[in-house]
């Protein structure tokens, strides 16, 4: 079954999430505590995914005519918006941010290597063993999310499956059609373009700058066309 590692990602979100809610009673200095933890530990493996590429020249022309498009198509303001709406219909007593929790766990769970090799390896190979260990790892982090910034984080098992299970879906429909070794670069530089979005989320959780990291994501897309276009 393709979906079946996307499916169990969507499900460890939102058990971590229900998780979380429940021990909220958690001190205020330990989960700031926690979240600096992540947010370093993002930081650097967001470094470790952008060495991945074989040219970093193609990542930077992919991020700049990406985030273009994202801030034309105001994709940051679209999730926001989105969370708003739930916000208003289902939390209309929790004072928790229904937006922000969505938006920062959409982020996090979308966007990196895990993501797109574990899809990639559902829809090319079947092995689903990438995204089961993605789905601890996003219901751990889910669990730390939701004691901080509430149930926002659970709606963020709705990108992450429709992202996985497209690339999945995707990747089984053209891997007779791709070499190899073609692959094995589109996967480099998609992990490339990645690390660089992983570290500004980074940046975000630690607060020393906020960047609108959902307007870079038309990169992933780009980087791909280029990878195809020059292969």
């Known amino acids: 079954m393709v979906l079946f590692g996307s499916i169990v990602n969507a499900l460890g979100i939102i058990g971590g999430t ?20 992540i947010g370093i530990s993002v930081i650097i493996l967001g470094i470790d995914m952008a060495l991945k590429s074989a040219d970093f020249f193609y990542v930077i022309v992919s991020l700049v005519v990406g985030t273009v498009i994202g801030e034309w198509l105001r994709i940051e303001d679209s999730l926001h918006y989105i969370g708003k709406v739930l916000e208003k219909k289902l939390d209309k007593t929790e004072s ?10 959409t982020l996090i769970f979308v ?19 990438v995204l089961l260990t993605k789905s601890m ?28 299970g497209g690339i999945a879906l995707f990747a089984n429909i053209i891997h007779s059609y791709l070499p190899p070794a073609l692959l094995d670069l589109l996967i480099a530089e998609l ?12 940046l975000n959780i630690l607060g020393i700058k906020q960047i609108r990291v959902a307007n870079l994501l038309p990169s992933i897309l780009i980087i791909t066309l280029i990878v195809l276009i020059q292969a």
Do not use: C, W
């Open 96 to 105: 928790s941010n229904i937006a922000q929790g969505f938006v920062t766990a």
């Open 137 to 164: 790892i996003d219901g751990f982090t889910s669990m730390v999310l939701a004691s901080t910034l509430g149930i926002g984080v659970i709606f963020s098992a709705i990108p992450v499956f429709l992202y996985q």
């Open 191 to 202: 992990t490339a373009t990645g690390g660089v979005l992983i570290f500004a989320i980074g």
């Open 18 to 37: 229900l998780i979380g809610l429940l021990l909220r009673k958690i001190p205020e200095q330990m989960k700031q505590t926690v979240m600096t933890a």
């Open 111 to 129: 966007v990196g290597a895990m993501a797109i090799v574990g899809a990639l390896d559902s829809g090319l190979r079947s092995d689903h063993s």
